[in-house]
């Protein structure tokens, strides 16, 4: 069979890469000039380096991802700690911990002081289990406000990073579905990753290879405005764009967006890692060899800042907090205005299924109905089912 991809971001090349390993002719179409779409990697003249259009953090029970990753011979090319730690630094009061979990399934790291958030108690830690029982309708800082440091500490900056949506608008129930692949399921499923060389050497590049040496046609800046009648097609597009291509689809139509800031500044060896923040405005930092990357997630809260400004008041965070130097180096802030769709419940109704009425066309997104929020698991998820619906139509 040949079958048309349309979007080479992470879910259209999940889908080309599993239609490709199950024998069928690939055809994908990519409306930009380069593949990856909201995950991919540049030349930044500005700073003189290469970037990320912004740090993507995976745990690995993103076991969707990690077997992409092994298919296309990129496996090696994510880096993190052999721990499940994660430093934490309140960029307000200065205050710095870590959580530690432990690698097996039970998890006895709660009952340890030293290994749980400061100042939380044993029964802060019931939020988690409460949360396993999370509705759509459910939102997350009603239901977990209770917690204490727990909450402020880690649900709190954890569910504004995986849902990209404020807490007290977000869902509770695609939280409670990451969790429950993750921090459920043992240190093992909770080790941090994140691309060692950039998101297109890891999740891009490698893919576009593994499908030119399989046959596979890809065809960059090429933009589908109509689908071809009676052609076996995945659209992957994001959800505006789809909804043009599809008539009748109802899809996602409010957005978050998250601004990334990369400051030019040479670490010293040793000194390089990632921290999740609190107290200020950004959640995390990755500090790598020449450039220091921050992440703001649910960003519209900030649209109306100027670049500058925004840059000058994450630098004096990160300094204060760091012992870096005050004056602000120079900067590259990358907005993505659509980063996500807005994880709110009468967002996530509005996600759509992998099948459509027209049993030839099948849709894979991140803002399909995977149950997870708008991630790379579940864009890579919604490829791989999009693959699989096709190939086997409903009678
Ligand atoms: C700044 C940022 C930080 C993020 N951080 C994380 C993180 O830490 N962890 C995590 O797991 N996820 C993170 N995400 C989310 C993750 O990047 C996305 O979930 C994932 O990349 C979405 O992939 P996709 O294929 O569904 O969509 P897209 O990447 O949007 O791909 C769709 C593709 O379709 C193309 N297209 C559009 N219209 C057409 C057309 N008519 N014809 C042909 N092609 C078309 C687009 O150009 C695009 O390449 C982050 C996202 C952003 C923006």
Redesign the pocket.
């Known amino acids: 069979m040949s079958v048309h991809v ?7 090349l999940a889908a080309a890469c599993q239609l490709t390993e199950l024998g069928h002719h690939v055809v994908l ?4 000039p380069h ?5 991919r990697s540049y030349d930044d003249k500005q700073l003189g380096c290469r970037i990320d ?6 745990l690995s029970g993103n076991i969707s991802t990690l077997s992409y990753l092994h298919r296309i011979g990129a496996r090696r090319s994510l880096s993190g700690p052999a721990e499940p730690v994660f430093p934490f630094r309140d960029t307000s009061t200065g205050e710095s911990w870590t959580l530690r979990l432990n690698m097996g399934g039970f998890p006895w790291w709660v009952f340890s002081p030293a290994r749980r958030v400061p100042g939380s108690r044993l029964w802060h830690y019931a939020a988690l289990l409460k949360l396993r029982k999370a509705k759509l309708g459910d939102l997350v800082g009603p239901m977990l406000g209770g917690a204490g440091p727990v909450y402020a500490k880690l649900l709190e900056p954890l569910a504004i ?1 995986a849902l990209n949506t404020m807490p007290e608008r977000a869902s509770a129930a695609p939280l409670a579905a990451v969790l429950a692949e993750t921090i459920e399921r043992g240190g093992y499923a909770t080790l941090p990753r994140w691309a060692r060389l950039g998101l297109s050497e890891t999740f891009v590049d490698p893919a576009l290879d593994w499908l030119r040496a399989r046959g596979a046609e890809i065809r960059l800046g ?4 109509a689908l071809k009648p009676g052609e076996a097609t995945v659209v ?3 959800p505006r ?1 789809a909804a043009e ?1 599809v008539p009748g689809l109802v899809v996602p139509n409010e957005f978050e967006s ?1 601004c ?1 800031l990369h400051f030019k500044y040479k670490m010293k060896p040793g000194e390089t890692g990632f921290w999740g923040l609190t107290g200020g405005m950004a959640e995390w930092v990755f500090a790598r060899a020449e450039v220091i990357s921050v ?1 703001i997630s649910a960003a519209n809260r900030y649209a109306g800042m100027e670049n500058p400004l925004i840059a000058a008041r994450v630098w004096a965070e990160l300094a204060r907090t760091f012992a870096l130097p005050d004056e602000t180096p120079p900067c590259r802030v990358v907005w ?1 205005k659509r ?2 769709f807005a994880a709110t419940p009468e967002q996530l109704k509005r996600r759509p299924g992998t099948r459509t009425a027209n049993p030839n066309v099948v849709l894979a ?3 399909t109905d995977t149950g997870l929020p ?6 890579i998820r ?1 490829g791989n089912a999009a693959a699989m619906a096709l190939l086997h139509p409903q009678t």
């Open positions: 349309i979007g080479a971001g992470l879910a259209g179409s990519e409306a930009a593949a990856g779409g909201r995950a259009n912004g740090n993507h953090m995976l990073s090429e933009r589908v405005t992957a597009v994001p764009a291509l998250i990334n992440t993505e980063a996500t997104g991140d803002w708008a991630t790379i698991e579940g864009a919604s």
